[in-house]
């Protein structure tokens, strides 16, 4: 029987944003497909949101599904710290078990405590050696994200990094380029082989994700590597 994954919420994205390419439409449409599909694709998630952002921390253009969305970005740029700041920042995935008792950013904690959320991950949408912004998503629950919804959400910034990268810059809107598709094949793959170990274990994606990953650390192999000896057959899961 097909699996319907999460993930392929990312496919169908990828291609109205194809659409947006060869008609010159505006960034700020395609920020908005994104957050839409990130949402629909993460379950336990109120809210997501995808933000560019200049060299200096400035957001530049914003993409987000619910006004609480709005509201708790909004408050990050009006103070300067927050989750998605810091995962522009440092280049990498900010995860926030419990926005009530998390030490990183107290004025920001303190102004969206009245908000319903509880639970943050914000992923770096990098491009080449520049990061132009972030993805994040919220839940009002605390503790509803783990390491591997930071993984989930990392599959998403590649090929949206390159996606916004291209619309940002002008850079031959009619093709996509062969780091998107590189990016794509490999977020494909991936897919296939958490299908695989969902039908063959009765394991949910996010489970066979951080299976693939455990077994991938454990064999000092990548996590595309792994993937695509299970997909071509391979013995690559073992337990």
């Known amino acids: 029987m097909e699996q319907n994954l999460p993930l392929d919420e990312l496919s169908t994205a990828v291609g109205r944003i194809k659409g947006l390419l060869l008609t010159e439409e505006k960034v700020d449409r395609a920020v908005q497909i994104l957050a839409r599909a990130i949402k629909d694709a993460i379950p336990g998630t109120i809210g997501a949101g995808v933000s560019l952002m200049d060299t200096h921390g400035r957001r530049t253009s914003a993409g987000f599904t619910d006004r609480v969305v709005q509201r708790a970005d909004a408050l990050q740029y009006e103070l300067g710290q927050g989750p998605c700041l810091t995962a522009w920042a440092a280049e990498e995935t900010v995860l926030v078990d419990d926005v009530r008792t998390d030490p990183r950013w107290p004025q920001w904690s303190a102004a969206v405590s009245s908000l319903p959320i509880r639970s943050v991950v914000s992923a770096a949408l990098v491009t080449g050696k520049e990061c132009i912004g972030a993805l994040k998503i919220y839940a009002a629950l605390p503790a509803a994200y783990d390491p591997g919804t930071g993984q989930l959400l990392e599959l998403f910034a590649a090929p949206a990094a390159t996606l916004l990268s291209h619309i940002q810059t ?51 192999t990548t996590l595309v590597q792994l993937s695509a000896e299970l997909t071509a057959g391979t013995p690559a899961d073992r337990n």
């Open 170 to 220: 002008s850079e031959a809107p009619h093709r996509i380029s062969e780091n998107l598709q590189t990016a794509l094949h490999r977020r494909d793959t991936i897919n296939r082989a958490c299908g695989i170990l969902m039908e063959r274990h009765g394991l949910n994606h996010e489970a066979a994700l951080q299976h693939l990953m455990q077994q991938a650390r454990e064999r000092d």
